[in-house]
């Protein structure tokens, strides 16, 4: 079932996740119900808080090639044990902030920690887009959207564009 996604300012997306205490049907379903949700948008990532769930979980599929097999991926309780100190830059988006991009520089490469969506604990190197969108991924888990990492001026002007598409989405 597709979920409705929430769209910044709304101050779900500033809390700080909980942890997940054990792997329920219930999480399972919502995971399956944030995939969907996911590549429906489309996306290649989303955070449980932007459905309006305070639990530290995310989805992501970064797999872009054409035809392609999809690799979905169900993270509970992710944490980054490393982070190289190469850096790369990608211009981010996200589905809580529609239609606008920016650069962010983040971390090359990043070593995480996580429960799957059998209950087992995983651990794994990603580089590339994997690694940005997890890591954008987790900072939603933090209260942390990508325009935080924008200097005051930007992240205001994106705000109030935000807050004019809330608007006109409420009239429509
Ligand atoms: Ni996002």
Same mark, same amino acid.
């Given at each position: 079932?597709?979920?409705?996604?929430?769209?910044?300012?709304?101050? #779900?997306?500033?809390?700080?996740?909980?942890?997940? +205490?054990?792997?329920?049907?219930?999480?399972?379903? %919502? &995971?399956?119900?944030?995939?969907?949700?996911?590549?429906?948008? +489309?996306?290649?990532? /989303?955070? &449980?808080?932007?459905?309006?769930?305070?639990?530290?979980?995310?989805?992501?599929?970064?797999?872009?090639?054409?035809?392609? +097999?999809?690799?979905?991926?169900?993270?509970?309780?992710?944490?980054?044990?490393?982070?190289?100190?190469?850096?790369?830059?990608?211009?981010?988006?996200?589905?809580?902030?529609?239609?606008?991009?920016?650069?962010?520089?983040?971390?090359?490469?990043?070593?995480? #920690?996580?429960?799957?969506?059998?209950?087992?604990?995983?651990?794994?190197?990603?580089?590339?887009?994997?690694?940005?969108?997890?890591?954008?991924?987790?900072?939603? %888990?933090?209260?942390?959207?990508?325009?935080?990492? /924008?200097?005051?001026?930007? #992240?205001?002007?994106?705000? #109030?564009?935000?807050?004019?598409?809330?608007?006109?989405?409420?009239?429509?």
């Amino acid at each position: 079932m597709k979920r409705p996604i929430l769209i910044h300012p709304d101050p #779900r997306l500033k809390k700080m996740c909980d942890p997940v +205490p054990d792997i329920s049907d219930e999480l399972r379903s %919502l &995971a399956d119900d944030m995939l969907e949700t996911m590549y429906a948008a +489309p996306g290649i990532g /989303l955070a &449980a808080p932007q459905v309006g769930v305070l639990s530290r979980l995310l989805v992501m599929d970064c797999v872009k090639e054409e035809g392609a +097999p999809p690799q979905p991926m169900v993270m509970f309780n992710p944490e980054i044990v490393a982070a190289s100190d190469a850096l790369n830059t990608y211009e981010e988006g996200c589905l809580s902030i529609p239609e606008q991009f920016a650069d962010v520089t983040r971390p090359a490469e990043v070593e995480l #920690r996580w429960i799957d969506r059998n209950g087992e604990e995983r651990q794994q190197v990603f580089d590339g887009l994997w690694a940005t969108c997890v890591q954008h991924e987790i900072d939603h %888990l933090n209260g942390k959207l990508f325009i935080d990492h /924008l200097g005051p001026i930007r #992240r205001q002007m994106i705000t #109030r564009k935000m807050q004019k598409y809330k608007r006109e989405q409420a009239r429509a």
